[in-house]
T-cell receptor
Framework: AQSVTQLGSHVSVSEGALVLLRCNYSSSVPPYLFWYVQYPNQGLQLLLK??????LVKGINGFEAEFKKSETSFHLTKPSAHMSDAAEYFCAVSVMGFKTIFGAGTRLFVKA | DADVTQTPRNRITKTGKRIMLECSQT?????MYWYRQDPGLGLRLIYYSFDVKDINKGEISDGYSVSRQAQAKFSLSLESAIPNQTALYFC??????????????FGPGTRLTVL
């Protein structure tokens, strides 16, 4: 069965520092993987997605993620955090093309 | 204008009351979903619909029902609300695809409190 594990429910970084949010997945078939972001009082919006093309995926707002099959990982990174990046981030895997399994989420705090 | 809208945005109700949450979309997508979000649990699927005639239970459908009135409208009902249904509820849509690219488009959410 497909599943997603996000390591760390809370991550705190200083403004300008590297952002690294970890996601590991379990899938019996080649996965489609997603990162979504949720800003306060808003719905989720797509940051980026992996659909079996390039393993390094670039998304909006300077975020990127690398698909590593050998490690079953899809970690999200951004070289330099900005205050506006403070939000909750969800990793997700698509199952059978129509269902999405979400991780528990990681809340990112950015300190000035 | 927002592509996926939800009404109401906030609702406080009492135990035992019937409540309906509504979702409308202008994206023209066939697939619609209802999720609930609880702290530390991420999003969990309640129901999903592939078209007006196709409705399916998700992982936590007990205590909920849905109605797909049209391609653009998908409503979630709590027949007799209970306090542990207090949560943030999201409607989402996705386009039909034979591949696994199930990118979802979310509404702004409805915060429901059951007293």
């Amino acid at each position: 069965a497909q599943s997603v594990t996000q390591l760390g429910s809370h991550v705190s970084v200083s403004e300008g520092a590297l952002v690294l949010l970890r996601c590991n997945y379990s899938s019996s078939v080649p996965p489609y993987l997603f990162w979504y972001v949720q800003y306060p009082n808003q719905g989720l919006q797509l940051l980026l997605k992996y659909t079996s093309a390039a393993t390094l995926v670039k998304g909006i707002n300077g975020f990127e993620a690398e698909f590593k099959k050998s490690e079953t990982s899809f970690h999200l990174t951004k070289p330099s955090a900005h205050m506006s990046d403070a939000a909750e981030y969800f990793c997700a895997v698509s199952v059978m093309g129509f269902k999405t399994i979400f991780g528990a989420g990681t809340r990112l705090f950015v300190k000035a | 204008d927002a592509d996926v809208t939800q009404t109401p945005r906030n609702r406080i109700t009492k135990t035992g009351k019937r409540i309906m949450l509504e979702c409308s979309q202008t994206k023209g997508h066939d697939r619609m979903y209802w999720y609930r979000q609880d702290p530390g649990l991420g999003l969990r699927l309640i129901y999903y619909s592939f078209d007006v005639k196709d409705i399916n239970k998700g992982e936590i459908s007990d205590g909920y029902s849905v109605s797909r009135q049209a391609q653009a409208k998908f409503s979630l009902s709590l027949e007799s609300a209970i306090p542990n249904q207090t949560a943030l509820y999201f409607c989402a849509t996705s386009d039909t695809t034979g591949e696994g690219d199930n990118e979802q488009f979310f509404g702004p959410g409805t915060r429901l409190t059951v007293l």
